[in-house]
């Protein structure tokens, strides 16, 4: 694995390199980052990795200082995975203020995750566009436990015509159900006992909707409340269509039922496909 902190440097050892497969990170890597490196594996002739942690998609007061930065441990589970990593400094990334910005209609980024973290979508979108200008890949992947994320970026990349296919990586979990996240290592041990209940409730949900339920807002009511009742502080669970996260009809079947809440001073965020 080479690895560049320079986008000059990236793109002098990519040169003809077949088939690119871009993975974006923010670093502090799990099963769930490496799981897709290997789906890449096998989409590409070519695997590139990033890992930047992006100043632009955090809000005053959120976790932008401590977010955990493990770069040699991180290097060490990537070596047989990718080709080269890209990691440069925010300097190298936005040498100057980014003035020009990507902003996604609100009708995608204003709800659900948007609307409790306002610009956090303009702030993706932003350095997912510059990383694909300065890798020029022809596939990237992202995982589906960011699904809002992944409907952002697939919109984007559609209406500006990027040439790069995106695909969405399966959420990974830990044995007892607990979406993977970098995130997770803020949680007491307590709050980890407690987590796996936000991926029960939801499946609940899921249940109740393949049963044929179609009273989608009490599923929803129902599920916040259990979460308050076990401590939690949630944010939304929200039954969308999954095509692009809008309110669904009585008719609607592509559907997904996603959810934020906070646990502690940890914000988790899970979501599953009916």
């Known amino acids: 694995m080479h690895i560049h902190d320079t986008i000059a440097g990236l793109r002098g050892a990519r040169g003809r390199s077949g088939r690119v497969a ?3 990170t923010m670093g502090n890597l799990h099963e769930g980052h490496i799981a897709l490196m290997k789906q890449a594996r096998e989409t590409a002739d070519t695997v590139i990795a990033t890992i930047f942690v992006n100043r632009l998609q955090f809000r005053p007061g959120e976790d932008f200082e401590k977010y955990p930065r493990t770069f040699e441990d991180d290097c060490e589970k990537l070596a047989t995975h990718v080709d080269h990593l890209f990691a440069p400094t925010e300097a190298e990334m936005y040498p100057q203020p980014q003035t020009y910005q990507i902003e996604p209609p609100p009708a995608q980024a204003g709800i659900l995750d948007g609307e409790f973290r306002p610009g956090h979508f303009r702030g993706v979108a932003t350095v997912v566009m510059k990383l694909f200008q300065i890798v020029q890949p022809d596939v990237a ?4 436990k960011d699904y809002q994320q992944l409907m952002v970026i697939r919109n984007m990349v559609r209406e500006f015509n990027v040439a790069v296919e995106i695909i969405g990586g399966e959420t990974v979990r830990a044995a007892d159900g607990l979406a993977l996240s970098s995130r997770n290592g803020y949680l007491s041990a307590a709050e980890r006992a407690e987590a796996p209940n936000l991926f029960r409730i939801l499946t609940k949900v899921i249940e109740a ?6 009273e989608l807002t009490m599923l929803e009511q129902r599920a916040m409340a259990e979460l308050q009742a076990r401590g939690w ?3 939304y669970v929200a039954l969308r269509k999954k ?4 309110l669904p009809s009585a008719h609607d079947s592509g559907l997904v039922v996603l959810a934020a809440a906070r646990l502690g001073s940890t914000r988790l965020i899970d979501n599953l496909e009916v």
């Open 22 to 24: 871009l993975v974006p």
């Open 141 to 144: 992947l992202f995982g589906k």
């Open 209 to 214: 909707v393949r049963a044929g339920s179609r």
């Open 233 to 235: 502080i949630p944010d």
């Open 243 to 246: 095509l692009d996260l809008q």
